[in-house]
């Protein structure tokens, strides 16, 4: 399994679009914003990329508080580092997987699509391309008003085709002990 429905049209993304537009309207040039951090005060940046104690942002920040965001926070209480990511056009992330210890642990995430568009997916490679070879290539693309589970730890990216439109994503994870 690496992307799975977990609900299918149950989210109002015009709700979660006015909860997202202020933030981006204020920081046009960042993509990335936390919804939660590890002490619940109005820092929106530290650990929005890359975190080692992500388990540790579980406070909403108050710019979200009683906002509908937070009713997915409340709904799925055992995901944390709750974030906004946002892909411009033409972009495409760099191919990684998201957890340090792979054999350890699994770390799922839960993508809530805000924005996105045909050619916007999540890709999903057997292993990390390097030099030069041929492997097989799964995508996806979520579509906004679902809510999914995706297991990243392994390698992969996301991608945005699209000329202009962006690709928003709410996101949160979590770790499980691989057995």
Request: glycine share 4%; with cysteine.
């Amino acid at each position: 399994m690496k992307v799975e429905l977990l609900e299918e049209n149950t989210v109002n993304v015009n709700r979660l679009l006015q909860d997202i537009i202020t933030v981006r309207q204020s920081h046009s040039d960042k993509t990335q914003f936390c919804i939660t951090n590890i002490h619940g005060d109005d820092d929106m940046f530290t650990g929005a990329g890359t975190s080692d104690q992500s388990e540790k942002f579980t406070k909403i920040i108050p710019l979200f508080k009683d906002t509908y965001i937070e009713d997915f926070i409340n709904k799925y209480p055992e995901y944390f580092r709750w974030r906004i990511l946002c892909i411009k056009g033409r972009t495409t992330y760099s191919i990684h997987r998201d957890t340090g210890n792979p054999k350890k642990f699994s770390n799922h995430r839960i993508h809530i699509p805000v924005v996105t568009n045909e050619e916007s997916f999540l890709m999903f490679y057997e292993q990390k391309p390097m030099g030069s070879g041929a492997q097989r290539v799964e995508y996806h693309h979520l579509q906004a008003g679902n809510i999914y589970k995706v297991d990243t730890s392994n390698f992969h990216t996301a991608v945005n085709y699209h000329p202009t439109d962006e690709r928003i994503h709410i996101v949160a994870e979590r770790f499980f002990e691989n057995e």
